[in-house]
Every structure is written in C-alpha cells, then in structure tokens.
C-alpha cells in the first residue's frame, strides 16, 4: 500500500470511493468533487490537500484535509474514506497516518476533525478514538434535529512532560 499527493487523473476513482461506502449523502460527494476540484486548480489558493492511498494502480481510498483558516497551528480533516471493498485492511489508518505527517511537516500541531453522530458514522467515530483522537465537543442538532456535531483533536506533536 501506498499513500501519495492525489493526481487530477484520480478524480473518479475518489468520486467512486465516497460513492462506494454507501454513508455519504449525494449533497456530500458532490462536495468532495468540489473540493478536488479546487484541489487540482490551486491547493495553496483553496487550502484543500488530498491523500490518496493505492495498492498498483488501484485506489483503495483517499483523505482531504488542510489548514485551518485563521489558525497557525490547526489543520481540518475534512475526509477519509476507504473504499468498501478495501475495508478492515488498513487503508484508513495509512490515510491518516499520511495527513499527520503532512501536516507536521507543515507546521501545524493539532488536527480537528468534525463528523456526526448518526449510527452510520459509528465506525469513523471509532475509528477517530484509536487514532488518539479526543471527542472534544458534541453540538446537539447542529446538522439536524436528532443529528449532532461531534468534533475530535488530536495533537499532532509530542507533549514535553510538566514537571
């Protein structure tokens, strides 16, 4: 497995992924269209990092993020998404594991990550909590009614210990 800078020509191989986990609303792939879009134009311009994560030629799954508008510090996370048939073999975790040190290496030192809290979610919120994430925050109806806000951290440096 392999993660990499997404290429313009991995478009609909993305499209397919977030279509293919059967959680993400049309309203929200055809945000990640849009995003990449931007990505491919300009990322510094619209601040969207994409990840993909290739086993060949085939795209298992890809993340976008970047950094936190008006923050020297925080970078979004705003997807990963793993495709159905390459779940549970740790598409995810190389994803994340590739924004961390991305973002690192940009600078940054505290990730955040907002997700909801429908039932389908429950294996991103999960997932999020073994990455070392920490609810931090849970907006109750922010979405819709009956459809929370949660927001996950995780610092993105090592802590000195107090003494």
């Known amino acids: 497995m392999l993660v990499e800078v997404s290429r313009p020509s991995d478009r609909t191989a993305i499209l397919g992924v977030a279509r293919s986990v059967e959680v993400f609303s049309d309203e929200e792939v ?9 990505y491919v134009e300009s990322p510094e311009k619209s601040g969207y990092n994409f990840l993909s994560c290739r086993e060949g030629e085939a795209l298992l799954g890809f993340a976008c993020w970047g950094p ?23 598409v995810a975790r190389a994803l994340f594991d590739g ?18 809290s429908r039932p389908e979610y429950q294996a991103a919120r999960n997932f999020y909590q073994r990455m070392g994430c920490d609810l931090v925050v849970q907006l109750t109806d922010f979405y819709d009614r009956g459809e929370d806000l949660c927001v996950f951290t995780r610092r993105l440096e090592a802590l000195t210990p107090q003494k």
Do not use: C, H, N
């Open 99 to 116: 924004v961390v040190e991305a973002a690192r290496a940009a600078g940054r030192w505290l990730m955040v990550i907002w997700t909801s």
């Open 30 to 38: 055809d945000t990640v269209d849009e995003l990449f879009e931007g």
């Open 68 to 90: 936190t508008p008006l923050s020297k510090g925080a970078v979004d996370l705003y997807w990963i998404a793993t495709a159905a048939e390459a779940q549970g073999k740790g």
